[in-house]
């Protein structure tokens, strides 16, 4: 995955958005708020510690050492020790440095932010709305299909569909 910089960024139409909008229905409020994050001055060593990772993953495409270029980084823990905040407190620091594509944070009170077909149209929709080159494969697969619902679709059905569809090198 390499970092979205320079003039491949642009402002969507509202006609563009409002396309995208409607046919994705992605949901809005489900990604990062900074008012979310840690405490100023907390968590900062691993707060850094994941944001030097997604730089490393990020820099000229090249995976961080000792990993494969698939790599997740999994936080885990008991319920209650701020997995939560600190997941916000880096989208924060990777949407400053303009290296964040999206975010989706479900919840458990919220019943589109819960369901799993919710995931893909909003990251799919938040990507397309600042980034032409993937922007344009997804406008022609709508409008190939004017059926297609990426909420019915399985994620990986749907993922290959427009993965095929997105020029080498985008990301």
């Given amino acids: 995955m390499s970092a979205v910089s320079g003039p491949t960024l642009r402002a969507v139409s509202s006609t563009e958005k409002d396309l ?5 229905d992605p949901i809005d409020n489900a990604s990062y708020q900074a008012d979310r994050g840690c405490m100023e001055g907390t968590r900062i060593q691993i707060i850094n510690d994941i944001v030097l990772w997604a730089n490393g993953s990020l820099s ?37 440095s303009k290296q964040l594509g999206g975010s989706f944070f479900c919840r458990r009170d919220d ?14 929709y938040g990507l397309a709305t600042i980034f032409g080159p993937y922007r344009n494969p997804i406008d022609q697969t709508l409008r190939d299909d004017p059926e297609l619902k990426p909420q019915l679709c399985s994620s ?7 993965a095929s569809r997105v020029p080498a090198g985008c990301f």
């Fill in 60 to 96: 000229q495409g090249l995976p961080p050492k000792d990993s494969n270029p698939d790599s997740v980084f999994w936080m885990y823990g008991i319920p209650g020790i701020g997995k939560t905040a600190i997941a916000h407190s880096i989208c924060h620091r990777l949407q400053e």
């Fill in 111 to 124: 019943p589109r932010r819960s369901e799993t077909k919710s995931v893909l149209p909003t990251l799919i």
């Fill in 156 to 162: 990986s059905m749907h993922s290959m569909s427009v």
């Fill in 20 to 24: 995208l909008r409607e046919r994705l």
